[in-house]
């Protein structure tokens, strides 16, 4: 019997702790990172880099914030229109297109933050910040 009163009195608390889990993941908003590189850098300069980054790493992670990175390979294809043709074209339309972080944030001004810290400025490479949704949520609203 009383198992059965401690599992009923459970229920509202573990019901609250539910509602406010979703109330936080509502009020996070997605954000990108992308990277384009402006040069080449040095072998020392990539050394540094990869212990600039990790830094950058930890300190974004001190805010609460988990960031999950993609690395992108050699362009395999890159199509176009030309009328009603298709048009294939070797190599990428962007070549210093390589790195994507993705990201929750509960603030625009937190994200670009985050942006406006990367290492990635010191050694040429520019950084955009983009919140992004996904186009399931779209075209569930229409």
């Known amino acids: 019997m009383l198992l059965v009163c401690f599992v009923v009195l459970c229920q509202p608390i573990q019901a609250k702790t539910i509602i406010s889990q979703d109330k936080k993941e509502q009020a996070m908003k997605h954000y990108i990172l992308i990277f384009h590189s402006t040069r080449t ?31 992108l390979g050699e362009t395999l294809a890159n199509f176009s229109a030309d009328g009603n043709q298709i048009v294939s074209r070797e190599g990428s339309s962007d070549p210093t297109f390589r790195n994507l972080v993705f990201f929750d944030s509960p603030s625009s001004e937190q994200a670009v933050t985050i942006a406006r810290i990367h290492p990635g400025l010191r050694y040429g490479a520019t950084v955009e910040v983009h919140e992004w949704t996904s186009p399931r949520g779209l075209a569930a609203t229409r």
């Open 41 to 71: 850098l040095s072998p020392e300069e990539v050394k540094q880099r990869g212990v600039d980054i990790a830094a950058w790493v930890k300190q974004v992670t001190e805010m609460g914030v988990a960031l999950d990175p993609r690395a």
